[in-house]
């Protein structure tokens, strides 16, 4: 369902709220390249009221709201990004808006991208074909580093139902770390989009990597997947042929990918280059990964 331009109900049109998520909202105490693009975010978007909920406002609101989560939101083995995954569905649940990670760079205003859409009432984005093709060797994948929606759209009852059911029946009731992708991450809403999307009142609109995700996950090993993909293609024979093309220009954006790179560790200035389709730029920083919380893993 899209809007004109014109209507008058604006109540069913995404809220100027940016939601973020940190153990504090005291800037002077998140590493400087998060509290930049915190700021620039709300540089980008003047009119758009901003916060940054922490720990101890994900209880709160969990507890007011969302009660039978409760157990399973203080559970003090649960890996943080599992709750921070859950809680931002909530968020788009109860409040809609736009929520990011703080790794996001925001690049043009969000109310150019949601008028210029039609007015839809939620917007997703696809990571990289790279790690759709590279990594998990699917089509498409939708990565939960940017949401934007109305509060209340469907899909968020249909993810938190999912993930609720995953986590509260069978091993998984005990299991004190599950991979964050799969349970509550990019693969979760992959799998509950694809299954409901198209039943939902208020389809969402997904778009292109461009968009939101430029850029690849550099700490991804990805020329090692393109090496071992290509070896076992080669193997196997022709097969499918269209497959094959789509992993092979995936490969060659790796390529140019590591050319840059080897560019700039001999101490070249390459600048980054944005598509024109582009609003914001993920930098896959990975803070559930202990190795990757101080580097930004694009192409800074």
């Not at 998520?21 to 975010?41: E, G, V």
């Not at 808006?97 to 760079?105: L, N, S």
């Amino acid at each position: 369902m899209k809007r004109n331009d014109d209507e008058d109900d604006e109540e069913e049109r995404i809220p100027k709220l940016l939601h973020f998520t940190w153990k504090t909202d005291d800037l002077s105490a998140i590493p400087k390249h998060f509290r930049d693009f915190h700021l620039r975010w709300k540089e980008v978007n003047p009119t758009w009221d901003a916060k940054i909920w922490t720990d101890d406002d994900i209880l709160v609101l969990v507890e007011r709201h969302y009660p039978k989560w409760l157990r399973i939101m203080k559970r003090k083995l649960l890996a943080p990004v599992v709750k921070a995954d859950i809680f931002r569905y909530m968020l788009m649940d109860r409040f809609g808006g736009v929520y990011a990670d703080m790794d996001m760079e925001p690049i043009k205003p969000m109310e150019e991208l949601i008028r210029t859409l039609g007015y839809p009432t939620c917007i997703l984005g696809q990571e990289p074909r790279e790690h759709a093709l590279l990594l998990e060797e699917q089509e498409v994948l939708v990565c939960n580093a940017v949401l934007v929606s109305v509060p209340g759209h469907p899909l968020w009852q249909e993810v938190l139902e999912s993930i609720y059911l995953r986590m509260t029946t069978g091993w998984m009731k005990y299991h004190p770390n599950p991979n964050p992708v799969e349970l509550t991450g990019p693969k979760k809403l992959t799998q509950v989009l694809e299954a409901t999307n198209e039943k939902l009142s208020g389809a969402c609109e997904l778009l292109e990597p461009d968009v939101f995700y430029p850029l690849a996950d550099n700490s991804a090993s990805l020329d090692k997947r393109c090496i071992s993909l290509l070896k076992r293609m080669d193997h196997q024979g022709r097969g499918d042929s269209e497959r094959a093309r789509k992993v092979a220009n995936a490969c060659g954006r790796v390529l140019r990918a590591l050319e840059k790179q080897i560019q700039r560790a001999k101490g070249l200035q390459v600048e980054p280059e944005y598509p024109d389709a582009t609003y914001a730029v993920h930098h896959w920083t990975h803070t559930w990964i202990s190795r990757h919380k101080k580097e930004l893993q694009s192409h800074v």
